[in-house]
């Protein structure tokens, strides 16, 4: 198994007040592989992936609990200069707002010129070629001449490219895409979709966060969706997208525009995902679900198994709901 995250909890602590943004989160994403993670903003989902490198600020995040094994070797527990080594040669991360994530100040080549050169004993030269060739390859026309721009002077959807290009460039064993088409429009939107399945390779894993149900369907071979901190449900991609079975899933998908809904009112899902800081005692979806149940309110459902996936809803199977 190339990663493992076993009952992973991480808390945010203020003065006021200690939010629980992940609890009891376990996952695993084999060589070969695109999982999924889904969910509305603010489920924990960014917090997850952010974890597995320990690229979470801390204070104020904390890991209070739980394993990252990569390659079975337990990352939270390495040395923070062995941890480094693994950043961007073993595991690679493309950022959802390329424009916050590139440094203002510094070219584009030069800074995947600096990626190549703190984990390869190679010269300038070398560095530099690497460099254009993986400007060409994300379809960035004219590379020499881009490579001398800053972010500002690149389009959206170009800064995109060149976070692509970093996260890839060493060609990485764990890729994490976190939210990697956010703010781009439907056309490089699915350019840059493309490219990333072209550029996934088989021996490597992606792990791809996202809260679009669209995206998720096209790049995925399993699912895992997160609410409120926690996995409700996981299952392989074709069969989640055939009939999901927690409601919390059979909503999202009911808001996914389809050609069936053309020119009819989309479906909402009421209410909010509840503050990490307040959760309520029973299901954490039970006030915005439409088929919860007195004991709903009450009683916290465990994440069980369901035929071929896992549920977090003892009533998922129940021949009565949807």
């Known amino acids: 198994m190339l990663l493992e995250i076993t009952d992973l909890h991480i808390q945010f602590e203020s003065d006021e007040q200690t939010f629980r943004a992940v609890e009891g989160v376990s996952l695993s994403l084999d060589r070969g592989h695109v999982l999924g993670l889904v969910g509305e903003s603010g489920c924990g989902k960014s917090a997850t992936a952010m974890s597995i490198p320990r690229l979470l600020p801390m204070p104020p995040a904390r890991i209070t609990q739980g394993r990252v094994l990569f390659d079975g070797r337990d990352l939270l527990d390495m040395p923070l200069p062995e941890l480094r080594k693994l950043r961007g040669e073993k595991i690679g991360v493309i950022f959802q707002d390329a424009m916050t994530s590139l440094s203002p100040l510094h070219r584009i080549g030069d800074q995947l010129e600096e990626v190549i050169r703190l984990h390869r004993d190679i ?58 088409t956010t703010a781009l429009d439907v056309t490089i939107q699915a350019q840059v979709l493309n490219l990333m399945r072209k550029l996934h390779r088989k021996n490597s894993g992606m792990l791809l966060i996202t809260h679009d149900m669209g995206v998720v369907s096209q790049m995925a071979t399993r699912i895992a969706v997160m609410y409120a901190g926690q996995i409700v449900e996981q299952a392989d991609a074709a069969a989640f997208f055939a009939r999901p079975l927690h409601p919390y899933s059979i909503a999202l998908l009911e808001a996914l525009p389809s050609a069936a809904t053309r020119g009819k009112r989309l479906k909402a899902i009421p209410g909010q995902v509840p503050s990490a800081g307040n959760f309520p005692p029973g299901c954490r979806f039970h ?27 003892p009533y998922s199977a129940d021949p009565q709901r949807p």
Do not use: F, K, N
Not at 130 to 146: K, N, Q
Not at 166 to 180: R, S, V
Not at 289 to 310: H, N
């Open 123 to 180: 010269s300038s030269a070398v560095a530099r070629a690497t460099a254009l060739e993986w400007l060409g390859r994300v379809g960035i026309p004219d590379p020499a001449e881009r490579a001398r721009a800053y972010p500002h002077e690149l389009s959206g959807g170009m800064q995109q490219r060149v976070m692509i290009a970093m996260g890839l460039i060493l060609e990485p064993d764990l890729i994490i895409a976190d939210e990697p």
């Open 287 to 313: 006030d915005r679900c439409p088929v919860a149940r007195p004991d709903c309110a009450l009683t916290p459902p465990a994440l069980r198994s369901c035929g071929d996936r896992l549920v977090r809803c």
